[in-house]
Antibody, heavy 121, light 109 residues
């Protein structure tokens, strides 16, 4: 069974940093692109970032480019999202999602349950 | 800034048929946008229903179908069930960047 388990969320102050993790199981991790998607309270979904199966290609939404860094450790079956210079508008549930493609996020299939990030003073 | 537009809300009767659409501010949606559709119920993570325009996942009921319709991506629900009441999001691919639509709240009444 494919499973994705996010962790690392919490309450931080504006300007601080946080690193999210997503541990995967049940599939060949390095063969699948992955994405981070977030959902602010009461709002819709927003794609944040994606990474190829090898980790060699990364993509970002304009809203986070330059502040967030996506990476993966294929030896640990783990996806990361390093979030710096956090703002109140980054408050959201963050989901990781697996893709059927190996090169870039195009065909999401399985989602994790999410981890909550709250940015507030 | 690219905007993906969905109907904010739709209502359908049980057993009926409804079509949700997904439009791109850049022009007609084609298969090259790899349209995907997701269902989300309150308090739950999203669930993928359709990818690459019309492909169902193994868990997607056959009453859900995806297509291109009049320059938009479309999700059609045939024989709607009460449990289909949810919010539905589309997703389009723009050369590495992905953009979600604002979501359609589907009421089954």
């Amino acid at each position: 069974e494919v499973q994705l388990l996010e962790s690392g969320g919490g309450l931080v102050q504006p300007g601080e940093s946080l690193r999210l993790s997503c541990v995967a199981s049940g599939f060949t991790f390095s063969s699948c692109a992955l994405s981070w998607v977030r959902q602010a309270p009461g709002q819709g979904l927003e794609w944040v970032s994606g990474v190829s199966g090898s980790g060699g290609a990364t993509y970002y939404a304009d809203s986070v480019r330059g502040r967030f860094t996506i990476s993966r450790d294929n030896s640990k079956n783990t996806l990361y999202l390093q979030m710096n210079s956090l703002r109140a508008e980054d408050t959201a549930v963050y989901y990781c999602a697996k893709d059927l493609s190996s090169t870039r996020a195009q065909k999401m299939d399985v989602w994790g349950q999410g981890t909550t990030v709250t940015v507030s003073s | 800034q690219t905007v993906v537009t969905q109907e904010p809300s739709l209502t359908v009767s049980p057993g009926g048929t409804v079509t949700l659409t997904c439009a791109s501010s850049t022009g007609a949606v084609t298969s090259g946008y790899y349209p995907s559709w997701f269902q989300q119920k309150p308090g739950q993570a999203p669930r993928t229903l359709i990818y690459s325009t019309s492909n169902r996942h193994s868990w997607t009921p056959a009453r859900f179908s995806g297509s291109l319709l009049g320059g938009k991506a479309a999700l059609t629900l045939s024989g709607v069930q009460p449990e289909d009441e949810a919010e539905y999001f589309c997703l389009l691919y723009y050369g590495g960047i992905l953009v979600f639509g604002g979501g359609t709240k589907l009421t089954v009444l």
